[in-house]
């Protein structure tokens, strides 16, 4: 008999250990509202474009990025700078569902028609840039 309760108690436990801080992200939300909010052609040319990336990132990359990423994090992309830390700064263990990595793994497929779990590891990305380098260079390996 209090089983069915019992089970909906840890679900729901679980369903909040593994959900976005919600705390947290707004907290991040406005330390980012100091800056200017770039629409995505904006935030391309100033930060993924000559001559501030130089060779330029694709356009198709930075709209993925810019799109997806905002959905995961709830964050305010158009203020994210690359030099920006995901883990320090953007906190995003803590502001993104705890399978976003997945998540992108699989719109990548999607997208681009490359699976890139095998290589993927969040922990290994230190700046926003980061992250989008190596999503670029999993875009130029596709081309060879």
């Given at each position: ?90 906190v995003f263990p803590a502001v993104c569902w705890f399978d976003w990595g997945i998540t992108l793994c699989d719109d990548f497929y999607a997208t681009f028609g490359l699976d890139i779990s095998e290589h993927f590891d969040e922990t290994q990305f230190s700046t ?17």
């Amino acid at each position: 008999m209090w089983q069915p309760l019992k089970n909906f108690v840890n679900s729901l436990t679980t369903y909040m250990a593994l959900s976005p801080d919600i705390v947290a992200r707004e907290r991040v939300n406005r330390w980012l509202r100091s800056r200017p909010c770039l629409t995505c052609d904006e935030w391309s040319r100033r930060y993924w474009t000559p001559p501030a990336q130089s060779p330029g990132l694709p356009k198709a990359l930075i709209d993925f990025v810019y799109t997806n990423v905002a959905a995961y994090s709830g964050l305010d992309i158009g203020r994210i700078q690359p030099s920006d830390h995901l883990v320090e700064d953007l906190v995003f263990p803590a502001v993104c569902w705890f399978d976003w990595g997945i998540t992108l793994c699989d719109d990548f497929y999607a997208t681009f028609g490359l699976d890139i779990s095998e290589h993927f590891d969040e922990t290994q990305f230190s700046t926003f840039s980061d992250l989008i380098g190596f999503l670029a260079q999993q875009l130029e390996g596709m081309g060879e």
